[in-house]
């Protein structure tokens, strides 16, 4: 048996050891390298002239920087909501899909009051077809603390920020920086995507040791005059021109300073970590009719599309079910029985880690009562106010 006192001293030991192996490797990403082809070298992220880089930035964003709703033009101070409001909307999506549900959405909620006001199944609405609907709700929750918190105020602190629901490093570097001109910084896939092309960096920029160095690389660029500006320089670059497949050397104003542009390796850079690969599952959609109109349900406060609606799924059962096996499940689930339903169709929805295939079956009830708070009966030419996914949309547009 181990006294305490011994296993204390391992686990101080392991910690020394975890920060030796830190440095090592620290150091070998940061390291001049060889370049195979062309012998040049990648530069430490120490020495990257973070001056230089800030400079570039700043002269091409003022000139190419896109017109977008939440940015502001001249002296005009940014309104930190509507910067919230689109940091939420971006994560994960992109700024030509978001601009037009921004402006939606801000037609309907212009203030964080107003956002704070409205029911939660009107911000999903508002939210509908962007995906990724857990933002929606964490926005609206964020609204309500800051309200009731906060005064109606948008923090200005990447330490408040990140207390909100949904706030995370990122967001908070960008309202922070954006909305309050805090050197914060702020790091997505785009920032990556630059900085380690622009230092040469070859580990996977998914593995924690080498998001620790970006995010010191982030850190030291956004410490400047304009550090939303500069922010923002970064990930529109990423975007409008060191995009992912082909990125743009010839007219990128950073092709000076760039470790792989000079060892030729702007396409194979970076690199990332093993994904797996997406787990496919099937999902059996039941059209159940009554008089014209269809059965919908809202699903659970968690996991995937929370709170949306959605023509009842079942989620569990095997691809080959046979019509039996559905009437089975709906008289479990919904306590009526139905007609055996016959297969109208069927399509694959692509989320990152799950390849879903989508059943859609027809039936109508035979017999018995639904289940108390089982759904609602809709027409399908009436749905504009039921948030629905959009597999769950396209499902309905099968049966118009
Ligand atoms: S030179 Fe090429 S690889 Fe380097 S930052 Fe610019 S677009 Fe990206």
Redesign the pocket.
């Known amino acids: 048996m181990l006294s305490r006192r011994t296993i204390t001293g391992y686990r101080t030991l392991h910690r020394i050891a975890t920060v030796l192996y830190t440095l090592h490797t620290l150091t070998l990403a940061t390291e001049p390298t060889r370049g195979k082809s062309t012998g040049t070298t990648a530069v430490t992220t120490a020495e990257v002239d973070i001056g230089k880089l800030q400079r570039a930035l700043l002269k091409w964003y003022d000139k190419h920087r896109r017109d977008l709703p939440w940015r502001v033009t001249g002296r005009t101070k940014p309104d930190p909501y509507r910067v919230l409001v689109s940091e939420f909307m971006l994560q994960q999506t992109q700024v030509a899909t978001v601009v037009e549900y921004f402006e939606r959405f801000i037609r309907r909620c212009a203030t964080v009051e107003s956002l704070a006001e409205v029911e939660e199944q009107e911000v999903l609405r508002l939210w509908q077809g962007l995906g990724y609907y857990r933002r929606a709700r964490n926005l609206w929750r964020a609204a309500k603390q800051i309200v009731d918190q906060h005064g109606g105020w948008v923090p200005d602190t990447v330490e408040e920020l990140m207390q909100l629901p949904g706030v995370g490093r990122y967001t908070a570097g960008a309202v922070a920086s954006i909305a309050y001109g805090k050197r914060a910084p702020l790091l997505d896939g785009n920032v990556a995507?630059?900085l380690a092309?622009?230092c040469g960096i070859d580990q996977p920029i998914d593995a924690g040791m080498t998001k620790t160095m970006l995010w010191g690389l982030a850190e030291r660029l956004a410490d400047t005059s304009r550090p939303g500006d500069v922010n923002q320089a970064v990930m529109e670059?990423g975007a409008l021109?060191?995009v992912p497949r082909s990125?743009?050397?010839d007219r990128?104003?950073?092709?000076g300073l760039?470790v792989?542009?000079a060892r030729g390796e702007?396409q194979r850079?970076p690199v990332r970590q093993p994904r797996k690969e997406p787990r496919s599952v099937t999902h059996h959609v039941l059209a159940l009719e009554r008089d014209g109109k269809y059965l919908f349900e809202q699903r659970p406060d968690t996991g995937m599309w929370s709170g949306m609606w959605q023509m009842p799924t079942a989620q569990g059962l095997a691809t080959s079910t046979k019509p039996g096996g559905l009437q089975r499940w709906a008289t479990k689930q919904l306590g009526v029985r139905v007609l055996p339903p016959h297969r109208v169709g069927w399509f694959v929805h692509q989320t990152t880690h799950r390849t879903i295939r989508f059943e859609l079956w027809a039936t109508s009830v035979q017999s018995g009562r639904l289940r108390r708070g089982a759904g609602s009966w809709r027409r399908l030419d009436r749905l504009d106010d039921l948030p629905l996914a959009n597999p769950q949309r396209r499902a309905v547009m099968m049966l118009m």
């Open positions: 995507r630059v092309r622009v670059l021109v060191c990125p743009g050397c990128c104003p950073l092709s760039c792989a542009k702007a850079l």
